[in-house]
């Protein structure tokens, strides 16, 4: 297949994702004829060419990244407010039943854990990468806290169905599908790089979730409810992708 | 949300590291005043970069959206913006996105804006449509920049604040001060706030006994004595934190901080 302007209208009935691959396979071989095709022949939403942007470029990642991320050395922090002042004295963790209104109004409390209980726990160790909706990703992390699984056999509660929603200090909430927060896929975290959590970064403690977009990883979390039905959480209900897995670029709703 | 391509119509040099592109979108989305857009550059290769910018026009004016892009060292995307790009330019962009660090006429309390550098970007976009409204709350802007040549939007702030009674205006210079400056010279800190808070309340207190229509009722201090209803924070990481928790400590509630923040 060579890369003409015929190709270019080719293109126009295939999906992004499929476009993506079949460029990044020939564009090498399509360099000069892409620079060669007036602007307009371009002009598409998944598809058009800045042909000056050869500039400088971030180093290459060791490692794949998903699409549309950068990598980052530092640790950027993105909060809606302002960091809330948490005292692990009073810091307890609830998991409650599905029903009533609110975060736990009226619904059942199916297990707590204070500051000492949650640190009794069995701890885990997680490596791992993170990824941000604001397009930067984090190689190499180290975490250290306790898994939903563990929190769920402490607590006796059966592997659940459905949705969980959680809940932070400030008032923030995601919603995440049960099914992504256990077989170790989900965890509390209060220890980062060997040293307790920063309150800007979540601490005392905060859920990780990192195969999704971090915002779904709730900084200073106080709790999960149990949810039958999926329903928004804050940055959801303002236009964010419900599930937001950053492999498939599910950045806002309908992505 | 669909890609889409809009038109650079004019770049303006607005200080040594900051240019405003003026962008015209193909089709005129509105926006809320404080939004963003995301940008997507894709080079002859294929290699993509995304960043997001805030808007800084008004949302009165949909259909061509201001964006405030500051030179970062090595930045590919922003250098790109500041060497290469001229009006004619395509650029592909998605948006506007956003819903919390926004602002609307109906709410009426007092507004404290508290920008750093081209944090002013989204706050700007909120000054412009208060501008535009018949009985608008009162603002103040607290604006820090390093230097006198770092301060974004000077002519049409200062404008503002004098024809303006309503909207006051603090900037203050961290790093150079130059000769005759009057205004204040050091990072904003809890007495600068403070400061800024008792001139509020005062004026406050002025204005319900100037006036006393419900607007003026409406517009005046919550029950806890705090002078402005809300507060948006904008710039790096450090100046959101310690404006953000120094609010805090003052008695705000928690839901009328709104901030966000830049870089590492």
């Known amino acids: ?255 | 949300m669909d890609w889409q391509i809009a038109t650079v119509e004019s770049v303006h040099a607005e200080s040594p590291r900051v240019k405003l592109f003026r962008l015209k979108l193909p089709a005129g989305q509105k926006f809320s005043a404080g939004q963003y857009y995301d940008i997507r550059l894709t080079a002859p290769d294929g290699y993509q970069a995304q960043r997001s910018y805030s808007i800084s026009s008004s949302p009165e004016k949909p259909g061509v959206i201001e964006l405030v892009i500051e030179l970062i060292p090595g930045g590919e995307v922003s250098s790109y913006f500041h060497e290469a790009v001229v009006p004619g330019e395509r650029i592909e962009l998605r948006g506007p996105i956003g819903g919390h660090f926004t602002w609307t006429p109906n709410y009426i309390k007092p507004l404290l804006l508290v920008a750093g550098g081209s944090g002013i970007a989204p706050l700007m976009s909120i000054i412009r449509r208060r501008a535009t409204l018949d009985s608008s709350p009162r603002m103040l802007l607290m604006f820090s920049v390093r230097t006198e040549h770092d301060i974004l939007f000077r002519q049409e702030l200062e404008r503002m604040a004098h024809e303006d009674a309503d909207f006051d205006l603090t900037i203050t210079l961290t790093r150079a001060v130059p000769e005759g400056w009057t205004g204040e010279t050091r990072r904003i800190d809890a007495q600068m706030i403070d400061t800024a808070f008792d001139a509020a309340t005062g004026k406050t207190r002025l204005r319900e006994a100037g006036t006393g229509t419900p607007e003026a009722a409406k517009a005046a201090p919550n029950p806890a004595g705090q002078p402005f209803g809300r507060a948006y924070i904008c710039g790096g990481t450090g100046f959101v934190e310690s404006i953000a928790s120094y609010l805090l400590e003052t008695g705000m509630d928690y839901d009328d901080i709104r901030t966000e923040r830049f870089g590492p």
């Open chain 1, 1 to 255: 297949m060579s890369y003409d302007r015929v190709n270019m209208e080719f293109y126009r009935g295939l999906s992004p994702g499929t476009v993506n691959i079949l460029r990044t396979a020939k564009i090498a071989d399509a360099r000069k004829t892409l620079v060669s095709i007036p602007p307009k022949t371009l002009d598409s939403s998944w598809n058009m060419i800045n042909n000056r942007f050869f500039g400088r470029r971030r180093p290459a990642p060791p490692r794949p990244i998903p699409p549309g991320q950068y990598l980052e050395d530092g640790f950027p922090v993105l909060s809606a407010g302002p960091t809330p002042p948490v005292d692990t004295a009073t810091w307890e963790f609830t998991i409650h039943g599905p029903g009533g209104n609110g975060n736990d109004s009226g619904t059942e409390t199916l297990g707590s854990w204070d500051w000492s209980a949650l640190n009794a726990l069995p701890q885990t160790e997680l490596h791992t990468d993170l990824h941000c909706v604001t397009k930067w990703s984090k190689l190499d992390t180290d975490w250290r806290g306790v898994t939903i699984d563990t929190l769920f056999e402490d607590a006796g509660i059966a592997r659940p169905g459905g949705f969980v929603m959680a809940f932070c200090d400030g008032g923030y909430t995601t919603n995440l599908p049960v099914e992504d927060i256990v077989d170790g896929k989900g965890l509390l975290v209060h220890t980062y790089d060997g040293e307790p959590l920063a309150p800007e970064h979540g601490g005392p403690v905060r859920l990780l979730v990192p195969h999704l977009y971090l915002w779904k990883s709730a900084k200073w979390v106080r709790g999960l409810k149990l949810m039958e039905q999926d329903s928004p959480g804050f940055w959801e209900g303002y236009g964010y992708h419900m599930y937001g897995d950053p492999w498939r670029e599910q950045r806002y709703t309908n992505d």
